[in-house]
């Protein structure tokens, strides 16, 4: 009887740290969502229509013995996805799951391990590559606890880079493009490395020199804009070709200017019209804001609220409300291929947000969140 309980109460401490908070309810093997205009990439049905969740998977059973969600008329998306944020401590689910956000996509978090620990039963889903890979002397070479021994001075190194990871487990590489490198031929060996093992790359790239090398390495995601020039033509239409895509994080870059004290056309100038001339290009966009709170970063976007921001900023830039509410469900989750979620279909992960206004007709109605579901489990 003590053993047991003894036992018991090891148990409870040991999971405390990857257990639901307190404010999620345990998953109802069933549950149907009443009254709602359902998304379906294109637009908002609309009827008024009823979604049923069994098993945390959308489902197309019948619904009478089914607990109700009344939706009153509110508006029901695929929850969102960050494609970009930097996730070191697990209570950084939290806000995100609270501002509509149920996948984020670390970009950085080392050790992967610590990054796989957050994952529990309800709480936002995380996906992340590790490390980046960098070379010694880059921006983020000197991070506490970087390690050092993974740096990628050259080709054979890169291959080494990419073997650990999938050691590791990671869901995708990341590397970081910085005026120490790596260089050209690096970067390809690390990109032919990564496909071998079927990962997707992503680089880190805020020059137009970094973006052109990126596109010629045929890495598959371009994360940030460049900052110090607008994207040429023949680059834009070379990313268009090889089928890349990007994640622009414009609030991230707007945030970095503004707090470096960069000229304050930079941003328009530079980050949005590069943004814009790849949107008019058709390079799809997946959304996401680098939110982090590492000290060492010029800016620290707030976890959860800056998706919002950066709706308001591609709107602004151009990009229509319904490629914005796109880029942070079913193109984001196209560009990393996690294709069991993204879409409010039948078989897809419940993972569904629900707002009390349209955020079609007016974006910032993304933020008037009455429910959240996770895999079918709701707060
Ligand atoms: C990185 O460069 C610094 C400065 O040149 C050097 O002292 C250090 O040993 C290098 N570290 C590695 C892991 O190569
Ligand atoms: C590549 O870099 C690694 C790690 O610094 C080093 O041990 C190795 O000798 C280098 N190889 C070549 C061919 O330069």
Not at 113 to 134: E, I
Not at 192 to 198: D, E, P, V
Not at 252 to 266: H, Q, R, V, Y
Not at 268 to 274: D, F
């Amino acid at each position: 009887m003590l053993l047991s309980s003894a036992l018991i109460t090891l148990w409870a401490l040991t999971t405390t740290a990857c257990d639901l908070p307190a404010h999620i309810q345990r998953r109802a093997d069933k549950t149907a969502i009443t009254n709602v205009h359902v998304y379906d990439g294109t637009q908002f049905s609309t009827d008024l229509k009823t979604v049923v969740i069994v098993g945390g998977l959308i489902s197309s059973a019948a619904v009478t013995d089914a607990p109700t969600v009344d939706g009153q008329g509110g508006y029901l998306a695929p929850g969102f996805i960050d494609s970009h944020c930097h996730l070191t401590s697990c209570s950084f689910l939290t806000p995100l799951r609270q501002y509509g956000i149920t996948t984020g996509l670390d970009m950085g978090t080392f050790p992967y391990s610590s990054l796989k620990a957050c994952r529990a039963n309800g709480a936002t889903d995380v996906r992340g590559p590790g490390p980046a890979a960098t070379v010694n002397g880059s921006a983020i070479s000197g991070l506490p606890g970087y390690p050092t021994s993974d740096f990628i001075p050259n080709s054979s190194a890169a291959a080494k880079f990419v073997a650990k990871r999938v050691v590791d487990g990671v869901d995708y590489i990341k590397v970081f493009l910085d005026p120490a490198g790596p260089d050209a031929q690096t970067l390809s060996a690390l990109v032919s490395a990564a496909h071998i093992a079927g990962k997707l790359v992503i680089a880190h790239a805020t020059t137009v020199a970094d973006y052109q090398k990126a596109t010629a390495a045929k890495v598959d995601i371009l994360t940030h804009v460049p900052v110090d020039a607008p994207l040429d033509a023949a680059t834009v239409n070379a990313i268009k070709s090889n089928g890349q895509r990007v994640v622009p994080t414009l609030f991230m870059m707007k945030s970095i200017l503004t707090n470096t004290g960069a000229p304050p056309n930079f941003y328009v100038q530079n980050a949005q019209e590069s943004l814009s001339r790849m949107y008019k290009a058709g390079i799809p966009v997946a959304t996401g804001t680098d939110a982090n709170n590492n000290p060492f970063i010029p800016a620290n976007p707030p976890f959860g609220e800056s998706l919002h921001e950066e709706f308001e900023l591609l709107v602004q830039a151009g990009v229509s409300t319904k490629d914005v509410i796109n880029g942070a469900t079913s193109i984001a989750a196209s560009t990393f291929r996690i294709n069991d979620r993204g879409a409010i279909k039948l078989g897809q992960r419940a993972d569904l947000v629900l707002l009390g206004a349209n955020p079609l007709t007016d974006i910032t109605n993304s933020r008037s969140i009455k429910k959240v579901w996770v895999q079918g489990v709701s707060s």
